[in-house]
């Protein structure tokens, strides 16, 4: 990640426009600002939610609430609670998201 060209400034996340998105189960709603190629989201995903997809994107995200299950595509998984986060490359190991309490989440990608 390369941070330029951005002033400081504040984001009020209740006032940013939700979008939702649905998943296989469930669905997450993710409020997004784009800063530059810098995209920073906060998301929360439904109790019972699993992604519809395998994520090759890279992140750097931040569990705030819940619990998110983390399962990439060698079989491998991962747990996060409050607290918690985890960091992955662009193309890096494709991932995908479930859980079943619900989960909130600070992601910059």
Not at 14 to 25: L, R
Not at 74 to 89: K, N
Request: with cysteine.
């Amino acid at each position: 990640m390369d941070i330029k060209n951005i002033p400081f400034g504040t984001t009020d996340w209740a006032q940013v426009e939700p979008e939702k998105h649905k998943g296989i189960t469930g669905f997450a709603t993710w409020r997004t600002q784009q800063f530059g190629t810098i995209r920073v989201r906060m998301v929360e995903y439904s109790p019972g939610y699993l992604a519809d997809h395998w994520c090759s994107k890279g992140h750097i995200l931040l569990c705030l609430e819940g619990e998110l299950h983390t399962e990439l595509d060698d079989g491998r998984t991962f747990v996060l609670t409050a607290g918690m986060s985890y960091q992955v490359a662009d193309n890096a190991e494709a991932h995908r998201s479930s859980t079943a309490i619900g989960a909130k989440l600070f992601i910059v990608d």
